[in-house]
């Protein structure tokens, strides 16, 4: 299974990216994907996923302001980010991993999903 995101990129604050993440090799079509971000110096955080029934999840601090979709046909997610900030600076990771493991905020995908290289965020003030 291969995960590979594209869309990074530099911005200034307030602006707009969209992160892609296609995957291939699996043909699971009951899955749960997402982001994870991770900035220099601080552990990993959930930023958003959703699931293959459409149950989505936020991190209180992107809510209102990313959006996360699916293209289950292309097996294929994405991140809408809006209102970027500089504290939105991270390495973004998109992961899939089996429908039944995908529990909002407590999801891991270190147990057993699969991940990408990541993809560079930077928001300059």
């Known amino acids: 299974v291969q995960l590979v995101e594209s869309g990074g990129g530099s911005v200034e604050s307030g602006g707009s990216l969209r992160l892609s993440c296609a995957a291939s090799?699996?043909?699971?079509?009951?899955?749960?994907m997402g982001w994870f971000r991770q900035a220099p110096g601080k552990g990993r955080e959930g930023v958003a996923n959703v699931a293959s029934n459409g149950a989505t999840f936020y991190a209180a601090s992107v809510k209102g302001r990313f959006t996360i979709s699916q293209d289950n046909a292309k097996n294929s997610q994405y991140l809408e980010m809006n209102s970027l900030k500089p504290e939105d600076t991270a390495k973004y990771y998109c992961a899939e991993d089996l429908l039944k493991y995908c529990s909002g905020g407590s999801w891991d995908p270190s147990r057993g999903g699969y991940w990408g290289q990541g993809t560079q965020v930077t928001v300059s003030s």
């Open positions: 090799g699996w043909t699971v079509v009951t899955t749960c």
